[in-house]
């Protein structure tokens, strides 16, 4: 049916197996645009609604902390990034902050990259967020899942888990840890 109907990229038909060893190798294939499974029961139907199971290709990797919510004082969530081969301090997502980092935040030194930008509280709202820019030399080591919407920054909320110069460049990913 595929062929038939003549379709092509970016619709992709994707393979199935019952073979674990042959699903396991799919997984290094991110490189690609392979985010995961998907797994439902041989005997299971398909439905148009989210019942089978997922499992997310995982890596570890490091960002820097470019400004966070809440105070200075009590953060609660860091705005990470990663700068690119120009220099640009690049936004890619955000983490759960706590009181820990506090101690470690300092305000900008100078010109901040992000200065006049605005973030939203998340997918699908407008709601800005009230952030506070901070000094992006703290690195803060995290595990995200492979997915990025079309400018770069991860889809799915980013988990902590360095050094300044282990931080990879915008648009490249980390070590494959898969969970």
């Known amino acids: 049916m595929f062929a038939d ?7 992709t038909l994707c393979p ?3 073979d674990p060893q042959v699903a396991g190798g799919w997984l290094a294939w991110t490189a690609a645009g392979l985010e995961g499974l998907c797994f439902k029961g041989l005997t299971e139907p398909y439905r148009p609604v989210r019942s089978w199971l997922k499992y997310k290709v ?9 400004a966070v919510t809440g ?9 990470l990034g990663r700068y690119d081969p120009a220099g640009r301090l690049r936004y890619v997502g955000s983490q759960t902050a706590g009181r820990a980092l506090a101690s470690r ?4 030194a100078g010109p901040h990259p992000w200065t006049g930008w605005t973030f939203n509280a998340g997918w699908g709202t407008q709601r800005t967020l009230d952030v ?8 803060m080591e995290i ?3 492979v997915a990025r919407d079309a400018a770069g920054r991860w889809r799915h909320r980013v988990r902590r888990g360095v050094d300044v110069q282990q931080v990879p460049l915008f648009g490249e990913d980390g070590r494959n840890v898969s969970s």
């Open 5 to 11: 109907l003549g379709l092509a990229a970016p619709l």
């Open 16 to 18: 199935s197996t019952t």
């Open 58 to 66: 995982r890596v570890t990797t490091e960002a820097f902390i470019g």
């Open 71 to 79: 105070s200075l004082a009590a953060p609660r969530a860091a705005l």
């Open 105 to 108: 935040l300092t305000p900008p």
């Open 132 to 139: 506070h820019l901070v000094q992006p030399d703290l690195v």
């Open 143 to 145: 595990a995200v899942d």
